[in-house]
């Protein structure tokens, strides 16, 4: 019930090209949807939240489509750069008991010139 | 924004000896904070979870003797590899949370054990 699944492991686009990203939950609980990106020997960083009372949030280049039926979220990365290139993972809690974030496995996106 | 400091970003230490992790949060009072563990190419591996002034919840498998978590202020936390060996060889990263502000990162520490 605990867990979140990524797909897909890794995912190469050419500049200027949509990257994206899925993920799946199981737990009805979760109220707090995050995406975070990680460039190798950092922490990650977070990219773009939302909660479930929203189908989409957009930031910049960055969009979340949040579909609360199927249990499923998305990231989608319009206009993809070389910069994008790092490892980018969605995560979930139920944040408003404070409780810890469970996180998906990971994708590797490549951005090529 | 909340800012979370993590130091060392890379310690190398002797098998057999101890080694330190600290995490702080800057900006804001932390009132959990979250120990993860991370190997090449995988995803965050919760250790650790300590509330401020109350011991530390570990998760199944990780031995509470070995990583000694103390979280002995709103802005201080700390990770104490003891007796490390070369399999504690990792990257470990600490996340703050407090009131009205979500998950923060620090910036990782690499471990390696020699």
């Known amino acids: 019930q605990q867990q979140v699944k990524q797909s897909p492991q890794s995912l190469i686009v050419q500049k200027g090209g949509i990257s994206i990203i899925n993920c799946a939950y199981e737990?009805?609980?979760?109220?707090?949807f995050p995406w975070y990106q990680q460039f190798p020997g950092k922490g990650p960083a977070l990219l773009i939240a939302?909660?479930?009372?929203?189908s989409e949030k957009k930031e910049g280049r960055f969009t979340i489509s949040f579909n609360k039926s199927a249990k499923q979220f998305s990231l989608h990365i319009m206009d993809s750069q070389p910069g994008d290139s790092a490892t980018y993972f969605c995560?979930?809690?139920?944040?408003?008991?404070?409780?810890?974030?469970?996180f998906g496995e990971g994708t590797q996106l490549t951005v090529n010139p | 924004g909340a800012v979370v400091s993590q130091h060392p970003s890379r310690v190398i230490c002797k098998s057999g000896t101890s080694v330190k992790i600290e995490c702080r949060s800057l900006?804001?009072?932390?009132?959990?904070m979250f120990w993860y563990r991370q190997f090449p190419k995988q995803s965050l591996m919760l250790m650790a979870t300590?509330?401020?002034?109350?011991?530390?919840?570990?998760e199944q498998g990780v031995e509470k003797d070995k990583f000694l978590i103390n979280h002995a202020s709103l802005t201080l936390s700390t990770l104490t590899v003891t007796s490390a060996h070369p399999e504690d060889s990792s990257f470990y990263i600490c996340?703050?949370?407090?009131?009205?502000?979500?998950?923060?990162f620090g910036s990782g520490t690499r471990l390696t054990v020699v």
């Open positions: 996340s703050a949370r407090g009131d009205n502000y979500g998950y923060t």
């Open positions: 737990n009805t609980a979760f109220d707090y």
């Open positions: 939302i909660r479930p009372d929203v």
């Open positions: 995560a979930a809690s139920k944040e408003t008991s404070g409780s810890r974030l469970t």
């Open positions: 900006d804001f009072q932390a009132t959990t």
């Open positions: 300590s509330n401020e002034g109350s011991k530390a919840t570990y």
